[in-house]
């Protein structure tokens, strides 16, 4: 990484969920393009001589631990993050397709891999269980990751990688709603409704502008610790001194 002055980073890899998206695709939006507005809000509610959180989205429609590094996204995460910086990652909805990547073996190793190359960069990952879909039978909301979270949550303990179990705090949020009210969250429109899904969709994986909203500051109110004690470590934190206008200045 360059010398030159920069910010604290919040670098991303994960799926579709997590993605920015066209505007061909409205309102299909994945959490991480509204996290930035989100985290900010926190950080500097916390400490507020702390500037701007700056995230770098590199999820990608589609991917699983082993595309993204393949399509050379990974790659990027490793360019993006520097010593002090924070690297989430978000897979588990794709991974299933592959039958080298299950939850106990090639999924869990790819994301051992991601973990030790972040801490080579002197970065913090931070690992996420896969966002829950909205997929209900005669009124229960199902479990669709099938062991893909307890996989995640298992190697972030040996590790001791911070977790975010957002599996868990998306189906209370979807629970909370309720299954009809719940759609809202999701991308379904009748047909009719939009040019660009002139036969409509019922798309209960992916969130609409709204939903991935909601879900980004449920991802921010619990990375905010993390990015905190990430701040205090480089001396930013709880002064915030250093860090002025979105920028570290020289001592």
């Known amino acids: 990484m360059s010398s030159r002055a920069r910010t604290l980073r919040v ?19 994945g959490w991480g393009a509204h996290l930035g507005a989100a985290l900010t809000a926190r950080v500097v509610a916390s400490a507020p001589d702390v500037g701007p959180v700056h995230v770098v989205d590199l999820a990608k429609n589609g991917a ?18 520097g010593p002090g910086d924070v690297v989430v990652i978000q897979f588990g909805h794709n991974d299933p397709k592959h039958e080298l990547l299950d939850p106990w073996g090639g999924y869990t190793a790819a994301l051992d891999r991601m ?19 909205r997929h209900y039978a005669d009124g229960a909301l199902l479990h669709t990751h099938g062991e893909y979270p307890a996989a995640v949550i298992a190697l972030a303990e040996r590790r001791d990688v911070p977790l975010l ?5 998306t189906r209370e949020l979807i629970e909370s709603l309720g299954e009809e009210p719940s759609r809202r969250l999701f991308t379904q429109l009748p047909a009719g409704a ?9 798309d209960n994986t992916h969130f609409t502008v709204d939903g991935a909203i909601t879900v980004a500051e449920i991802v921010a109110a619990q990375l905010t610790p993390i990015v905190l004690r990430a701040l205090a470590a480089r001396g930013l934190a709880p002064d915030g001194s250093r860090f002025r206008d979105g920028a570290i200045q020289p001592r």
């Open 194 to 202: 939009s040019v660009l899904y002139p036969d409509g969709i019922e």
């Open 64 to 81: 699983s631990t082993q595309s993204h590094r393949e399509d050379g996204l990974w790659a990027g995460v490793l360019d993006a993050a």
């Open 11 to 29: 670098v991303l890899a994960g799926d579709s969920t997590v993605a920015p998206y066209v505007a061909t695709a409205y309102p299909m939006c």
């Open 165 to 169: 179990d957002l599996n868990a705090r």
């Open 115 to 133: 973990v030790a190359e972040v801490r080579a960069l002197g970065a913090l990952p931070v690992l996420c269980t896969p966002v829950a879909r």
